[in-house]
């Protein structure tokens, strides 16, 4: 076999991969020189006729002529799949290759070697593997395997989690999940955030965010811990701690609701993203959001050209052009005030009447963005009473209104997928909220007492007495990000592993 | 002090900050306008004597002289310190600051806008600051913040982890950390593996990786997801679901072990990376381990080598020449039966006798990497006794023994940071060790149920059953990695908020 691989292309040497064929001991030199170098099939569709490849795949399809079987595989390095063309068991040419054609069913696995071929004809340069060596690695069993049909419902492949990766629909939301999650590093780590593991476990009983799961107690006695334990629900708090000493950090990582939310927009897992600035205000909070989901969009565009074109056939047809147009432009700003304006005024009949004071409604946030605007809009200064308690409170308006420094972005489709807020800054208007919400204890405690007390959210408030600084930050929920840019309904089928009431498979 | 900013010089736009004055209703385009323009200390120390600039920080230190004051400040953006000078109260140049010298305190936090002059003298170029503006954003008592010492031990800080992150050592460990994490990001990208965000709550019970906590029923009678529900202790399983059907995955998450270790090696919460690759051997897993940890130290070494020559000074005064000595060569092999007869004949005393057969002990671990080959080591091949159900059997040695196809990379000072294998991907010998051990029912339920069961490992077989595939993969300990390039000593001082048996602060 290794013969065959001398005239291998220089592929950049990232590009390289390589597959023992010879597990058994692989460990020394000499295993090492019987290898083969397997090339993606995203990186081989790139190579010209005559260069000779090795790939591997499963089977996506076979189509069996008289004298010809095309075999389609798929290795999920892109959408593409490449067609391995093999001479029919009759003809003298395939002989050599000793393989019977009846093994090569939808799903079972390949590996093969042999040498480029351009298909003539068709608009676009597409590519053909005429194989010397061809490796059934794994049967499939056409008789049992769930995903032998072309078509499947989400519904039938949220019931079998473990294989539905190997459709096109979830290798696409794989790949999209992946460009968009880097298209976010990319621009914290460009612009000067240091990214924070902040814990999953916390003893902080985190006020307002929703309900949590708690830690059962090993023993049915003790506590593992000493205190009650929860998963968090945000990573807010600690992403401040760490903003006020090092001045931008963010969180990317998972979140918990124990709510009975049966809904296509919420998870009872799911993963967020939440930066913090500290010597910031709500300026760089909507510039930061914007900043962030354009990068993270266009990553995706750009890595993932033809996973999006996918969607936009089969699952939505505006997404294409939403995207792009998302990437061209400023995002449009409102006020709060001026939103229940615009929705009073606009003649649209909601479930709900906006009414100031109110929390905006999914009807509404739609309406705002998919008809107001016709795209992203930041919605700023909500009354101070709907909104948490860490938010820093404006000046009265005229009319004697309170409201908070706080956005939310809002987009067509989805609603609300980000939102922030300075936070409050100053210790006594934050210490006289936190005693009314009952977050610290009545009576200030000594300096050693307060260090040491767990569920006391004292701690934040030392972030407040000594070096207070303007800050601001807000969290993203990453599933919402990836509904959005994939134009799929249900947020269950843009995780791999969705967890809500009732279910927790795998 | 808009007009102050007028020369400001031209940074590049992904190195300006903004910072807004007035927060109180930063909404509109006349807030933005009187947005004054914040640049991180690291960027500020690379300008030229001359330049405008504004940087925001806390006063690590203040040094008062008759005419002159000094105010050293830091944001978190590097180690170094930016000096401000400020005219002592009595000197005429400074009375337009109006400040009061007696409230910049050490941990109070200030806004400055001025001008950059060279120090004259030194041998490396040094910057200090001469400003126009200096506004004291918060004060800080000196009588009760804890961190007004200089010096601070280690103990100390973790009984403050909430002001920690403000000290030198703990802002290098989150710079260096966000820098490996970024490292193994870039190889992971590069070399075409998609981020899986596998989950943490999983109702697998997954055999022999370690105690898992579970969550509480809510209301004492119910499971929220019908099924008892656990923190995840790896997310290797979902990964290779995931690798079997797109090739190269890796997950990088929190993973839980309710184990009671009070070590400096152990903690209840950690980070794993855990890369899967399909169409992989032996040679592919210990490659791409070596890869990415090489990518990550340098990734560090070059983003922060004012840390690493910090923790070098203060910490370990190996940690310079060993990170660069592993960056630059291949990694040694060994197996584990040479390994085993290295350890008897080289005269060390052990506290336990190596013989063939026993899991290595860290004693055994460390002085192979540290004094046989003085440097990283691959051990591969392990008995299969001592390892995990899914790693690939070897044939039999000449004396009859059965091993598995597995590695552990042993660095000094550590012992293992990584373990991997390849994973039995031969079905009939999964389903035999499988059954052996419980982890499917002895009877092969029909297909329908089979899906619908929670807790079973039916799936994991399914892999197998249909389109198998060779596989590898590999997990790494992030805070084993952070604490091997830092140099620290113990494992709860390289993560933001370690959780530990009796610990769950904040």
């Known amino acids: 076999m290794l013969g065959l691989m001398r005239g291998a292309p220089a592929l950049g040497r990232q590009h390289q991969r390589t597959w023992s064929t010879a597990t058994t001991t692989a460990t020394t030199a000499a295993a090492a020189s019987k290898r083969v170098v397997r090339s993606t099939i995203n990186d081989v569709r790139q190579l010209d006729d005559g260069a000779r490849v090795a790939v591997g795949g499963w089977v996506k399809s076979v189509r069996k002529h008289k004298s010809v079987n095309f075999v389609n595989v798929n290795d999920g390095s892109c959408l593409a799949e490449m067609q391995i063309t093999l001479p029919a068991a009759d003809a003298d040419e395939g002989a050599s290759l000793d393989v019977n054609i009846a093994d090569i069913t939808v799903g079972s696995s390949l590996f093969v070697e ?7 004809g068709g608009k676009q340069k597409r590519m053909e593997l005429h194989p010397d060596t061809l490796n059934i690695l794994g049967k499939c069993d056409a008789q ?8 499947h419902s989400l519904e039938f492949l949220r019931e079998n989690l473990h294989l539905r990766a190997r459709t096109n ?5 794989t790949r999209v999940r992946n460009a968009l999650s880097q298209g976010l ?8 955030f240091l990214q924070l593991h902040s814990p999953i476990l ?10 949590q799961f708690r830690i059962a107690k090993p023993d049915g006695k003790n506590e593992f811990f000493g205190t009650p334990t929860y998963l968090t629900v945000s990573g807010q708090l600690h992403a401040e701690m760490y903003a006020c000493a090092l001045s931008k950090v963010y969180t990317f990582g998972p979140t ?28 760089e909070c909507i510039e930061s959001a914007q900043g962030a989901v354009q990068r993270s969009i266009k990553q995706a565009l750009q890595a993932c050209p033809d996973d999006i074109e996918f969607f936009n056939k089969n699952y939505d047809n505006a997404i294409s052009e939403r995207l792009q147009t998302l990437c061209d432009r400023e995002f449009a700003r409102i006020t709060y005030t001026e939103a229940i304006e615009i929705l009073k005024k606009c003649g649209a009949s909601f479930e709900k009447n906006p009414e100031w004071g109110m929390d905006l409604q999914t009807e509404h946030e739609r309406y705002l963005a998919e008809k107001y605007v016709g795209g992203p809009v930041f919605v700023t200064d909500y009354p101070s009473d709907i909104k948490a308690f860490y938010m820093r409170r404006n000046d009265r308006d005229a009319e004697g209104r309170e409201t908070v420094a706080g956005m939310d972005l809002l987009v067509p489709k989805i609603g609300e997928l980000v939102g922030g807020s300075v936070r409050e800054e100053r210790f006594e208007l934050l210490e006289a909220k936190m005693r009314q919400l009952g977050l610290v204890p009545e009576e200030l405690a000594e300096q050693a007492e307060r260090s040491a007390s767990g569920g006391s959210l ?12 303007p800050h601001a930050g807000w969290g993203l929920g990453f599933e919402r990000l990836v509904l959005f840019a994939t134009g799929m309904d249900n947020i269950r089928d843009v995780i791999p592993l969705p967890r809500f009431p009732g279910q927790c498979q795998h």
Chains 1, 2 share one sequence.
Request: aromatic share 16%.
């Open 458 to 469: 004292d701690w934040y408030l030392d972030l407040r007495r000594f070096g207070t600084v």
């Open 185 to 192: 590093h990319s621009y914290f780590q460009d612009n000067d």
């Open 169 to 173: 629909t979830f290798g696409a939301v």
């Open 202 to 211: 916390t003893s902080d009983d985190c006020e307002g965010a929703g309900e």
């Open 256 to 283: 918990f609701r124990a709510e009975n939310s049966n809904t296509t927009r919420h998870l009872a897992e799911f993963w967020m993203v939440e930066p913090e600035m500290a010597f910031a205000g709500l300026e």
């Open 114 to 120: 042999g040498v480029l071929r351009e298909v003539p």
């Open 144 to 151: 049992v395997y769930p995903l032998q049909k072309k078509y």
